[in-house]
């Protein structure tokens, strides 16, 4: 059996390895597999001469280079991609006939490509955006892919603005300035004019914006869709991918200092968990409403504006994902991969949703631009791990080779094949009865902006409220003309008054008239990121060491923390060996010119005299200390070290009657044993951040 399962998972891995190769030990060829001399200079008359055009490996080598290049996503331009599986935790036969989602002992191989939307592919990877999460599931009934993001709504009902909001997102077309930021006139001019988005702005501006990694963030299918079981029965449902390691985000201020210092952040922090085994895991959940339900229920299904708490609609946790394999190539995986909201499995089906519907032109659209004609599907990542079969042929970059003349059903010559499956085998649209009259109008049902906004803004903890407030400010803060400021109060004001009060400060504009909005009646503490899973597994930690440090101290922790999962870096001014107090040494993997207290999660200073000492002489290393702590994040250190520690620190204090430990500060003292210092210090970076010190 549990081989089997394993077969499942690998098939699209053995399928890609049939064309994988690799050139290590062979002799260079051209194209043509015409062996070759020279590789390095051109053939030419005599040595000073010019160049000769029948030298066919140069003009084979330059204009293949020339060709080098397909065009970027329109959207999502910039992103990362990794294999993994997926299987279903228990049949959901009641639900869909989708066979993936009902055979437990499946791990169907999928492929999932994360993704900034605004920036172009050289952008960096903290930018303050929503996030790509596209899964392709290679499953024995072809390819299903639920392209969605990290954000569980969008800024438009219907489809047809998309590219207006993405004209007015993307950098002034004058001059191709801001690159990957909605902080400009011409995105806070479309957001006044489009009050659905004030929902989307207000995730956008959250936390969910920076997110901390890959591995930290939540997926949405944002759509509703449908389940259909064998019985042709149908439910509505919501998709959600929910992160074992709980969702956690940069600061702004961190995000921004990231962006420079490791444009790669993101991209690198899911590959190298996935080298060392660390591998991503996310629970596929859903959200059910039987037909009857949505009827009475107070939200429009179909309007991608809109979420369904989870306190009215619980989630249920189908299954898990686990990303554990890199990709071999990202060009040939991850830029040619094409997902498309069409491919679509028997059992799952669209609604009436105008921004799906759109979406299910667009998709296929753009690969036929961006993959160069007809036959992507061709390409290794995009084929199903079944064969195909159809009357499709021809056109450009065809690969397969159809034998026989029959490209047409029916047909007699081949007995009418391919055939036609059966009903029950095949997909089929869910038995929908619709009748109306043609119009352009949106039902009244889509006409409130506002109320998911403010539920969203009161659910939040008050550490989150203020980063959007601070997001506010950066954002309309960078907007030159003072009457789209002034309208961005006059919009957020239908969201929350003291909301825009506090965005009219901070940007240089008149405060808003008193509005009497009502707070939600239920708010939804699912909300809040502060509710989700703290773990440490996958967290860095930066080991700051100098010569003459305590051996014992770091060797003690560094057991500690490695057996829990942690990745510790030990940073020194210059790379190589560093001695300790003892006839020990260890080796530096990083000196300050080549990481930043960004990058981590916590900080740890042992002491020793002479490697205290070193520290405070060096800017650097307490630069190091005072960035980690104003990014709230934990510091530990021991006996002489708390001293340079304080130092740093102590003015920051807002409050003096703050204790240390309270704030995450926790150091090794005569008074505190060495395993609760241990205990302490891995508790204290669980929880991610001390936000006691922001507030
Ligand atoms: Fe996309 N979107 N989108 N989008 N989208 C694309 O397809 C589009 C929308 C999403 O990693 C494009 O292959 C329209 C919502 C992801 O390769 C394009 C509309 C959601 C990705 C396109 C939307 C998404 C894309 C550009 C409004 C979340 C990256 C390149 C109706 C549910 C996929 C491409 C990858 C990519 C069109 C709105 C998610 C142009 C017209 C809502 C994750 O076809």
Partial sequence: MENNKDNQSNRKKEQLEEYTQSDAGTKHTTDQGIPIHHDETTLKVGERGPSLIEDFHFREKITHFDHERIPERVVHARGFGAHGYFQVYEPLSDL???GFLNDTNVKTPVFVRFSTVVGSRGSADTVRDVRGFATKFYT???NFDLVGNNMPIFFIQDAIKFPDLVHAIKPEPNNEIPQASAAHDTFWDWVVNNQESAHMIMWLLSDRGIPRSFRMMDGFGVHTFRFVNSQNEAHFVKFHWKPLLGVHSLIWDEAQKI????PDFHRKDLYEAIERGDYPEYELAIQVLTEREAQQFNID??????IWPEEQVP????????????????????????FHLANIVPGIDFTNDPLLQGRLFSYLDTQLLRLGGPNFHEIPI?????????????GFHRMTINKGKVAYSPNTLQMNSPEMHEEKDAFMPFKEHIEGIKTHKLPQSFSDHFSQARLFYYSLSSVEKKHIIDAFHFEVGNVNDPSIKQKVVTMFNQVDHQLAVKIANGVGVKQPEETENQAPANLSPALSQLNTPMKLKGRKVAFLLENGFNHKEVADLKSFLEAKGIVIDIVSEQLGAISSDQETSISANKNYATTHAVLYDAIFIPSGEQHVKKLNQTMESKEFILNTFHHMKTIGSCFDANQLVNQQIKPSFKDSSIKNSEVGIIQLDDQLAEEQFLTAFSDAIKVHRHWKREV
């Fill in 96 to 98: 869909t006939k989708a």
């Fill in 315 to 338: 989630l249920q946790r189908i299954g898990k994902m686990t990303l554990n394999r890199n990709q071999d190539n990202f060009f040939a995986e991850t830029e040619q991969a094409a």
């Fill in 259 to 262: 962006a420079g210092k490791d």
């Fill in 382 to 394: 995009n084929r199903p791990i079944i064969p195909i079969h159809n009357n499709q042929r021809d």
């Fill in 301 to 306: 299904l179909l309007d991608a504006t809109k």
């Fill in 140 to 142: 024995k009934d072809g």
